[in-house]
C-alpha cells in the first residue's frame, strides 16, 4: 500500500517573527508588482512596464527595468518574483545563445522559439516560481501569426483591461500604439499601489530596437483630483 | 510481502528537508517541550550602503552583530574581501554573508587566475545571484556589492531570493530605510571623493541612531581605479562612556 504523497507546507518567510529588531519587509521576497503590456503595429511590436519593485511594502527599486532583453530584437516583459525573472530570462537568453549561435546559423531566432524556452521553464517549475513574462520581438518571417495584438500583465493590469477594450483598434500606427500604451500604463499606475515610479517603453522593429522612458511629472493626466 | 517503503526516484536540485524539518521543530514548539531553546542565528541587523560617485564607488557599514535583542559583537566587520578591486557589505545572517562572500571570493580568484585579468564586478554578481537563487532564499544573505573595473565603478545591490539591482545608489539591512533617506535627499551623479564620503557616512549614521538593529561605529571602504582605501573604523560614533545626550547630536528641549 503506497503511501500518498505528503503535501509540501509552505512555511518560507514565517518563521522567526520574535526577532524584533530585523522589521519583517526585510524578510520578504523580492517582487515586481507591476504593470506590464505589448502592443503589435504592423511592422513591429510595442513594450512597456511601470518600474517598482517592492519587498512587502517597501520600494526596493524605484527605477526597475522590466524589459529585459532576450536576443537583438526580442524582449520580455516581467512580473512576478524578481529573483525567478532574473533566473529564467538569464537561462532563456543562454539557450537562445547556444541555439541561435549553433544550430540556426544565420537568420535570427523566432519569438516563438523564444516563448516556447520561457514556456518549457516555466512550466517544468512551475510549483516553485512564481512568473508571469510577455514575450515581445520582431523574429524573422513566422509561420504562426501571434494570437493576440494586445497583452498586458501584472497585478496592475486588472485595472486596464476595459481601457484597452474600448481604445484598441487594429490598424493602429507606431505613434498611436505608443500613445496608447503611456495612457494605459499611467492609468494603471494611478490605481496599482504595487505599480509605479517612471514608464519605460521599447519599439521592436526590423530597423532595431528604441528605447524611452517618460518620467514621473511626464505622464499623461487623466483626472484633474 | 512486499515492502511498505516506496522509493521516490531522486530528482535533481538541492534537497529541502532538513529545512522543513527545523521549521516544524520551531512551529510546533516541539523544541520548547522538551524544555530547550533552539539558537538564534547570530544575525547583522544592519545598516550597509554604497554610492557610486566620479572616480568609483564608496560602501560604508556599521559594525553590530545581534543574536536576538542581544549584542553579539559591537565590532564586527561586515565589508567582505572579493577580489582587490572588489567588496562586499552583507547584510542578514552573519554566517550566511560570511561563507558566501569567502566562495564567491575563491571561485573569483581562480577564474581570474584562468582568464588571467582583473574580475569583472558582473561576473561577482553572476555567481552571488546564481548561488543564493540555487538556495531558494534560505541562505539569508542581502548584499551591497561594489568595485571598480576595466568598465569603470558598478554598484549592485543582491537580495536573499537571488534577484539582483544595478543602481547608481543602494542600501540594505533594517536600518536601510533612514539610510536611504539621506541618500534620496542629497545623492547627486558625478560626486567628488570627500562628497561621496560624508554621504555615506551620513547615511550610516542615520541608520546607527534610527535603527534598533545597527549600531557602534562606522566603516568605509572606498575603491578606485588606483587604490583601495579600508577605513575601519572611520567614525566612533558610540565610544564607550560619552552619553547619547551629552553628544551634539542631540537637540536638547531645556
Request: proline share 6%; aromatic share 6%.
Given at each position: 500500500m503506497a503511501a500518498p504523497a505528503a503535501m509540501i507546507p509552505?512555511?518560507?518567510?514565517?518563521?522567526?517573527?520574535?526577532?524584533?529588531?530585523?522589521?519583517?519587509w526585510t524578510r520578504q521576497e523580492v517582487s515586481t508588482g507591476t504593470t506590464i503590456m505589448a502592443v503589435e503595429y504592423d511592422g513591429g511590436v510595442v513594450i512597456g512596464a511601470d518600474s517598482r519593485t517592492t519587498t512587502g511594502a517597501y520600494?526596493?527599486?524605484?527605477?526597475?527595468?522590466?524589459?529585459?532583453?532576450?536576443h537583438d530584437r526580442i524582449f520580455c516583459c516581467r512580473s512576478g518574483s524578481a529573483a525567478d525573472t532574473q533566473a529564467i530570462a538569464d537561462v532563456v537568453t543562454y539557450h537562445l545563445n547556444v541555439h541561435s549561435g549553433v544550430?540556426?546559423?544565420d537568420e535570427p531566432p523566432l519569438v516563438e522559439t523564444a516563448a516556447n524556452l520561457f514556456r518549457a521553464s516555466c512550466y517544468r517549475y512551475r510549483e516553485e516560481l512564481t512568473a508571469g513574462i510577455l514575450v515581445a520581438g520582431w523574429g524573422g518571417v513566422s509561420f504562426k501569426k501571434i494570437l493576440n495584438p494586445v497583452a498586458v500583465g501584472g497585478s496592475g493590469s486588472t485595472y486596464i483591461y476595459g481601457f484597452m477594450d474600448s481604445n484598441y483598434k487594429p490598424g493602429l500606427n507606431k505613434d498611436q500604439c505608443l500613445e496608447l500604451t503611456a495612457a494605459a500604463l499611467s492609468l494603471a499606475m494611478e490605481r496599482d499601489g504595487s505599480s509605479g515610479g517612471v514608464v519605460r517603453l521599447a519599439t521592436i522593429s526590423e530597423e532595431g530596437v528604441e528605447r524611452r522612458v517618460i518620467l514621473g511629472n511626464q505622464l499623461p493626466k487623466f483626472s484633474s483630483h | 510481502m512486499a515492502t511498505l517503503a516506496v522509493t521516490r526516484p531522486p530528482f535533481g536540485g538541492f534537497s529541502f528537508e532538513n529545512c522543513k524539518r527545523y521549521a516544524n521543530a520551531v512551529i510546533e514548539g516541539e523544541v520548547n517541550k522538551v524544555g530547550c531553546s533552539l539558537p538564534a542565528a547570530r544575525k547583522t541587523g544592519t545598516t550597509i550602503c554604497g554610492v557610486i560617485f566620479k572616480d568609483g564607488v564608496v560602501l560604508g557599514a556599521d559594525t553590530r552583530a545581534t543574536e536576538g535583542m542581544v549584542v553579539?559583537?559591537?565590532?564586527?566587520?561586515?565589508?567582505?574581501?572579493?577580489s582587490p578591486n572588489i567588496y562586499c557589505c552583507g547584510a542578514g545572517t552573519a554566517a550566511d554573508t560570511e561563507m558566501t562572500t569567502q566562495i564567491i571570493s575563491s571561485n573569483l580568484e581562480l577564474h581570474s587566475l584562468s582568464t588571467g585579468r582583473l574580475p569583472r564586478v558582473a561576473t561577482a554578481n553572476r555567481m552571488l545571484k546564481q548561488m543564493l537563487f540555487r538556495y531558494q532564499g534560505y541562505i539569508g544573505a542581502a548584499l551591497v556589492l561594489g568595485g571598480v573595473d576595466c568598465n569603470g565603478p558598478h554598484l549592485y545591490s543582491i537580495y536573499p531570493h537571488g534577484s539582483t539591482d544595478k543602481l547608481p545608489y543602494v542600501t540594505m539591512g533594517s536600518g536601510s530605510l533612514a539610510a536611504m533617506a539621506v541618500f534620496e535627499d542629497r545623492y547627486k551623479p558625478d560626486m567628488e571623493e570627500e562628497d561621496a564620503k560624508r554621504l555615506v557616512r551620513d547615511a550610516i549614521a542615520a541608520g546607527i541612531f534610527n535603527d534598533l538593529g545597527s549600531g557602534s561605529n562606522i566603516d568605509l571602504c572606498v575603491i578606485t581605479k588606483s587604490k583601495v582605501d579600508y577605513i575601519r573604523?572611520?567614525?566612533?560614533?558610540?565610544?564607550?562612556?560619552?552619553s547619547f545626550s551629552d553628544s551634539q547630536h542631540v537637540a536638547s528641549t531645556c
Open positions: 509552505y512555511f518560507g518567510q514565517q518563521m522567526s517573527s520574535k526577532n524584533d529588531l530585523v522589521p519583517d520600494i526596493a527599486n524605484r527605477v526597475t527595468d522590466k524589459l529585459t532583453p532576450i544550430i540556426e546559423l | 553579539a559583537d559591537k565590532n564586527c566587520s561586515k565589508i567582505h574581501y572579493i573604523p572611520h567614525d566612533e560614533v558610540n565610544k564607550k562612556g560619552i
